[in-house]
């Protein structure tokens, strides 16, 4: 079971703290707490709004939500077990991961929930006057100054937040929203990663087995006065190579499998079971239709969504220069999507295609194999030369894999800029 804070008092689990958001996101957490105070900045969430029928509430190093009916009992009893799916993770990530919990909670508690971008500035002016108060407060504490000028700080930039701010509760959703698909687009990512360096480590096994044989008989050549020193030290250093990328591989097996599961809600030390792969062909991966689906990315894009309600406000607030100001930013941003969203999909027929050459190759590998194997048998190739083409064989295997996972994972990105507004 998930070792995590669950919906029903029952089903209580130990609360765990996801992984750190990645850069870019704490980047605009840190953004968004200068202007509008605590609410979480690590939010690894998928879910923004919160449940109709449920109820958060924070005991202690627990969080607990109780009476959410939003699931059948069917899917409950697939999210409570202790396999992670890879159709699971969007509900995972929001019924489970801590910082999404307590992200919503908040939420649902903010006192901008009915407010408009004038009245989000007469707000922050009162936050402002308040933390200044609590300073003033404190001049003659001993051993408070240092409280009273951070809260000084925190005063003069909510008042230049203030000045010009455009975001009404409308902006704060559809930041929270961003943040969290771009989670569950990292989850996924995660997954996939997961798999690939698995399948890199099955692979390196063959081929240090091979390096090793190899080194070996560069020795026996040596000895037998039929090799040199040069091919003994450059089979040793191909072998060491491969044994120091198999430790990497093993680093970096545990890292993945370490933040996809704490993202989706477990203990980072827990030994849950990473389900299978999902199932595509690549013709149905590259079946998109680019013009379609831009204009629908357009109008899901949510930096996009945002700019509009920040020209709209600007707009209201009578003050033209700061309409200029968000009408040149929209366009701006515009134009990056339109170029980011050719990138994405430009990866996509790009995956596809080294897809299908990684096919193409593994079948000449199979063939180079079939000869060896003749080869040897016949004497004419000795049994280096054949673990040569083993290795070959399984190296080309590998590639068909990961190019698999790659492709795999280009569609899902480009999904996410289509469906959900995120690139």
């Given at each position: 079971?998930?070792?995590?804070?669950?919906?029903?008092?029952?089903?209580?689990?130990?609360?765990?703290?996801?992984?750190?958001?990645?850069?870019?996101?704490?980047?605009?957490?840190?953004?968004?707490?200068?202007?509008?105070?605590?609410?979480?900045?690590?939010?690894?969430?998928?879910?923004?709004?919160?449940?109709?029928?449920?109820?958060?509430?924070?005991?202690?190093?627990?969080?607990?939500?109780?009476?959410?009916?939003?699931?059948?009992?069917?899917?409950?009893?697939?999210?409570?077990?202790?396999?992670?799916?890879?159709?699971?993770?969007?509900?995972?990530?929001?019924?489970?991961?801590?910082?999404?919990?307590?992200?919503?909670?908040?939420?649902?508690?903010?006192?901008?929930?009915?407010?408009?971008?004038?009245?989000?500035?007469?707000?922050?002016?009162?936050?402002?006057?308040?933390?200044?108060?609590?300073?003033?407060?404190?001049?003659?504490?001993?051993?408070?100054?240092?409280?009273?000028?951070?809260?000084?700080?925190?005063?003069?930039?909510?008042?230049?937040?203030?000045?010009?701010?455009?975001?009404?509760?409308?902006?704060?959703k559809l930041s929270y929203e961003q943040i969290e698909k771009q989670t569950v687009l990292s989850a996924k990512t995660q997954f996939l990663d997961y798999y690939t360096a698995l399948l890199s480590k099955d692979s390196s096994a063959s081929n240090l087995?091979?390096?090793?044989?190899?080194?070996?008989?560069?020795?026996?050549?040596?000895?037998?006065?039929?090799?040199?020193?040069?091919?003994?030290?450059?089979?040793?250093?191909?072998?060491?190579?491969?044994?120091?990328?198999?430790?990497?591989?093993?680093?970096?097996?545990?890292?993945?499998?370490?933040?996809?599961?704490?993202?989706?809600?477990?203990?980072?030390?827990?030994?849950?079971?990473?389900?299978?792969?999902?199932?595509?062909?690549?013709?149905?991966?590259?079946?998109?239709?680019?013009?379609?689906?831009?204009?629908?990315?357009?109008?899901?894009?949510?930096?996009?969504?945002?700019?509009?309600?920040?020209?709209?406000?600007?707009?209201?607030?009578?003050?033209?220069?700061?309409?200029?100001?968000?009408?040149?930013?929209?366009?701006?941003?515009?134009?990056?999507?339109?170029?980011?969203?050719?990138?994405?999909?430009?990866?996509?027929?790009?995956?596809?295609?080294?897809?299908?050459?990684?096919?193409?190759?593994?079948?000449?590998?199979?063939?180079?194999?079939?000869?060896?194997?003749?080869?040897?048998?016949?004497?004419?190739?000795?049994?280096?030369?054949?673990?040569?083409?083993?290795?070959?064989?399984?190296?080309?295997?590998?590639?068909?894999?990961?190019?698999?996972?790659?492709?795999?994972?280009?569609?899902?990105?480009?999904?996410?800029?289509?469906?959900?507004?995120?690139?």
């Open positions: 079971m998930k070792n995590n804070s669950f919906k029903f008092e029952n089903h209580k689990k130990n609360k765990v703290s996801a992984r750190k958001g990645q850069a870019a996101l704490f980047a605009a957490a840190l953004l968004y707490t200068a202007a509008y105070g605590s609410i979480n900045t690590f939010a690894d969430s998928v879910a923004v709004y919160p449940d109709i029928n449920s109820e958060i509430k924070s005991i202690g190093s627990e969080v607990k939500q109780t009476n959410n009916f939003s699931r059948g009992s069917e899917e409950w009893k697939r999210l409570e077990d202790n396999e992670l799916d890879w159709d699971e993770i969007p509900a995972l990530v929001h019924e489970y991961n801590a910082n999404v919990i307590t992200n919503r909670s908040e939420l649902s508690k903010d006192e901008r929930r009915s407010m408009d971008s004038e009245e989000v500035s007469s707000y922050l002016l009162d936050k402002a006057s308040d933390y200044e108060s609590q300073a003033d407060a404190m001049d003659d504490v001993s051993g408070k100054e240092l409280v009273a000028a951070n809260l000084r700080i925190q005063a003069n930039n909510l008042r230049r937040q203030a000045d010009s701010n455009l975001d009404d509760f409308d902006v704060v087995e091979y390096l090793e044989r190899a080194y070996n008989s560069a020795v026996n050549r040596k000895n037998a006065a039929v090799g040199t020193e040069l091919e003994v030290l450059t089979a040793k250093l191909a072998w060491d190579d491969a044994r120091a990328n198999a430790v990497t591989l093993d680093n970096k097996i545990t890292a993945n499998r370490q933040s996809l599961i704490v993202s989706c809600g477990w203990k980072y030390d827990a030994d849950a079971v990473i389900g299978k792969l999902p199932e595509y062909d690549a013709q149905t991966i590259a079946n998109v239709n680019y013009e379609e689906d831009k204009k629908k990315a357009e109008a899901a894009n949510i930096t996009l969504k945002i700019d509009n309600i920040r020209v709209k406000n600007a707009s209201d607030s009578g003050y033209q220069t700061l309409v200029e100001e968000q009408k040149t930013n929209l366009k701006e941003d515009l134009d990056s999507f339109g170029i980011n969203f050719k990138a994405a999909y430009d990866g996509l027929i790009n995956a596809v295609t080294a897809y299908n050459n990684a096919v193409g190759a593994k079948a000449n590998s199979d063939k180079d194999l079939t000869f060896a194997n003749k080869q040897y048998a016949l004497g004419m190739i000795s049994m280096v030369e054949l673990m040569k083409a083993e290795n070959s064989a399984v190296a080309a295997h590998a590639s068909v894999s990961s190019a698999y996972n790659q492709m795999v994972l280009a569609r899902v990105k480009y999904d996410a800029a289509v469906n959900d507004g995120i690139l």
